[in-house]
């Protein structure tokens, strides 16, 4: 506005007439705005990808047990890596916490140790009182709460007394369904999994009661089906012999349907209904592995005609990697999870002495060689446990499956060991630990946590009659016992953080007091420590079966041995301490005697 009244005010001191500078302004800039080209969405994409990553990194946590099940009173030992999405070590100390997690999401132990440049290991006691059942085990940093808990490290922990443990989690459907790509769409065909009873046969009807297509679920409840959803119906599955019926996902009248090809090759088919929107355009494909985008292509989609998509990625690439497609303004379309082929170019030999004597020392060796035999220079971690004690727990684990914890599961529960072949499964998943409408559209995110994580203790102030906070600055005081250290915090608004350096070891208690203007002020106000564990992920029930339990009943003669020779131990020690206690008197009287 000011620039345009100085043009009126010059224009007219030299006798020109005036001229409204408006409309000059929005013709050049229209002409700005029409000559420019469209963005290429692609690249836009991937610069904002990469922006997104660099302002907000994504890291894992990937943790190494030393033996599959355990008992009430085990020490559990453990090794923890802290890794960027491609698998380096996250530089720097970080804290990391581990909440054990009943089957009522209640955390009922929790463990914080510190990663130094990804690598940290610790221990922790298994209660004497533990209820035997499934648990799991939560794994994050402060950082990794920004974003959500889908994200954190998850396993499943078993804890066995003398019998046998069963679970069954608390799902509200017995059947589930999980169209390819995330959507049912008409018109087009699509393949649908099924999750369910084991060895179960199913029937999928329309809704004049017609029967379309026999499901048979595999001994895992697994099953798949091909289906063309006819407009406006909705289909439903039931037991053959009738009774309860369960809805599958409604279709779409609008879509774009992905089906990966079960070869060697990583191929996919899009398909798009006919009279579809998306008719005669562009859909843009990426595939992400590693925090990276690895591939990407815009690819014209016509109806009737389905498109092939094949997707060239390294032999050797064995990490879990998505595809996705977007229209044209960042909708995502349809995307799963999925495997390559790969080809596992290294060998590892393990070199050990055949026989040891009882508490004898084991030597050996770990070689890592590549496809042409040469040694690799890595990072190993050996478990040694007594097989016999837990034939029925394999203990296979992959750090690529550590971001889709219920696959993990199902490899191990299954003997799976070639991830390729859990490419169906991987259709019931997801990973939604980061909004890629936040990356498409450039929005910051709010963090609440640091990078850098610290031990922390926060709490909050309160007066016991009134509720209200303490003057501010007011000191908390803290005092660990077993480590001998204290700590000083002040009070704002009556919260204060409690900063710990942590070189410590083994369980601590914290004791707390407080001091205002150099004087105790513990009878006046309360301290209320906040809680900072997560909310538990899942819901389920254990119980014991009849069957013994080969490792709980070792666990338990083992603790029955040990307190036996305690108590043997003590009573020695009594008698010897008697023993002692006597030769002293009697030397002593002989001494009076003969000084007499």
């Given amino acids: 506005m000011k620039m345009k009244e100085i043009c009126t005010r010059n224009q007219t001191r030299t006798g020109l007439r005036r001229i409204n500078v408006r409309p000059l302004i929005f013709i050049v800039a229209a002409i700005l705005f029409c000559s420019s080209k469209p963005a290429d969405f692609l690249q836009d994409l991937q610069q904002k990808f990469d922006a997104f990553k660099s302002k907000y990194p994504q890291v894992k946590l990937y943790c190494v047990f030393n033996q599959p099940v355990y008992s009430p009173g085990d020490t559990v030992f453990f090794q923890c890596w802290y890794l960027t999405e491609e698998f380096g070590h996250v530089k720097g100390e970080h804290i990391v916490t581990l909440d054990l997690f009943n089957g009522e999401s209640k955390t009922v132990q929790k463990v914080k140790f510190k990663v ?158 006919a009279g579809s929107q998306l008719n005669g355009k562009e859909v843009n494909a990426i595939v992400v592995s590693q925090g990276k985008i690895q591939y990407k292509q815009s690819i014209v989609v016509n109806e009737g005609q389905p498109v092939r998509m094949s997707v060239p990625l390294q032999p050797n690439d064995k990490g879990l990697h998505e595809i996705l497609i977007f229209d044209s303004v960042g909708k995502i ?114 963090l609440t946590f640091p990078f850098y994580s610290e031990a922390k203790l926060r709490g909050k102030v309160v007066s016991k009659k009134t509720g209200e906070a303490p003057p501010d600055s007011t000191a908390v005081i803290g005092y660990l016992q077993s480590n001998t250290v204290g700590y000083e915090a002040y009070t704002r608004n009556g919260n204060f953080e409690m900063t710990f350096i942590y070189d410590l070891w083994g369980a601590d208690k914290v004791f707390c007091t407080l001091e205002g203007k150099n004087k105790i002020s513990d009878e006046n106000y309360d301290i209320i420590i906040v809680n900072d564990s997560i909310a538990g992920l899942d819901v389920w029930t254990s119980v014991e079966k009849e069957q013994r339990s080969i490792y709980g009943e070792y666990a338990l003669n083992k603790q029955i041995v040990a307190k036996s020779y305690s108590f043997l131990a003590r009573k020695r020690h009594l008698i010897q301490k008697q023993n002692k206690v006597r030769t002293t008197y009697l030397k002593m009287s002989f001494a009076a005697l003969t000084s007499k």
């Fill in 333 to 446: 379309l349809s995307r799963r999870l999925f495997f390559p082929k790969a080809v596992d170019q290294l060998a590892a030999t393990l070199n050990i002495t055949t026989s040891v004597s009882q508490r004898g020392r084991v030597s050996g060796a770990v070689r890592i060689l590549d496809a042409a035999g040469y040694p690799l220079e890595s990072e190993v971690n050996v478990v040694v446990y007594q097989s016999k004690l837990f034939e029925k727990y394999p203990t296979p684990s992959s750090v690529y499956l550590s971001d889709v914890p219920a696959a993990e599961e199902r490899a191990q529960q299954y003997g799976i060991k070639d991830n390729f072949l859990l490419n169906d499964f991987l259709i019931t998943q997801d990973r939604d630990f980061v909004n890629w409408q936040d990356i498409v559209n450039g929005r910051a995110l709010p």
């Fill in 116 to 273: 130094k440049n990804g690598v940290g290991h610790s221990q922790f006691v298994i209660y004497g009182g533990s209820t035997p059942g499934d648990y799991q085990i939560v794994g994050y940093t402060d950082w990794m709460k920004n974003f959500k808990p889908s994200g954190f490290y998850q396993k499943r922990f078993r804890i066995e007394s003398t019998k046998q443990v069963e679970t069954t989690f608390r799902k509200s459907d017995v059947l589930k369904f999980f169209p390819e790509g995330g959507n049912l769409v008409e018109g087009v065909s699509n393949k649908i999994v099924v999750m369910g009873p084991p060895s179960a046969a199913l029937q999928l009807r329309s809704p004049a009661d017609s029967s379309v297509n026999l499901i048979a679920l595999d001994s895992t409840g697994h099953g798949s089906f091909m289906l063309l959803p006819d407009a406006g119906i909705r289909y439903y599955a039931e037991w053959p012999s009738g009774g309860r019926r369960w809805p599958l996902p409604i279709a779409q009248k609008d879509g774009l349907s992905i089906q990966m090809e079960s070869n060697d090759k990583i191929e996919f088919v899009l398909s798009v209904p």
